[in-house]
């Protein structure tokens, strides 16, 4: 089970939102009863390139841990949850025209993502 969210973080936040929880509620918490045995989740935050790639990977890592955070809250095991910052690093979409801020934020919202994989045996 592989699941990329966006628009689980507004801009410059590592706070997951309310569409961010039933997301992960619908998405990941939901289908982890389809598994009989889980091996690993992976957890990787995102950022967009906009800020230091020092602010960037901290962001990230915190976005990473809010999911782990919310997952454990579920019920989910901690100790098979890992999860990862990669900053600014694994662009999904570049928008090399935006000169406008506003505009640039809201076309590189896909890159402030979190890539959620679980690996395991299927029931």
Partial sequence: LRVTSTELFDFNSSALNARARTLLD???VGKL??????????VNGHTDRIGSPQYN???SEK?????RTY???????????????FGKTQPVKSCPDQKDR??????LEPNRRVEVEVQGTSK
């Fill in 26 to 28: 619908n998405e990941v």
């Fill in 33 to 42: 009863g389809e598994f009989a045995t889980i091996q690993y989740i992976n």
């Fill in 57 to 59: 990977q901290k962001l």
């Fill in 63 to 67: 976005r990473a841990g809010a999911v």
């Fill in 71 to 85: 997952l454990v809250s579920k019920g989910v095991d901690s100790s098979k949850i890992e999860s990862r910052g």
């Fill in 102 to 107: 506003k505009a640039l934020i809201a076309c």
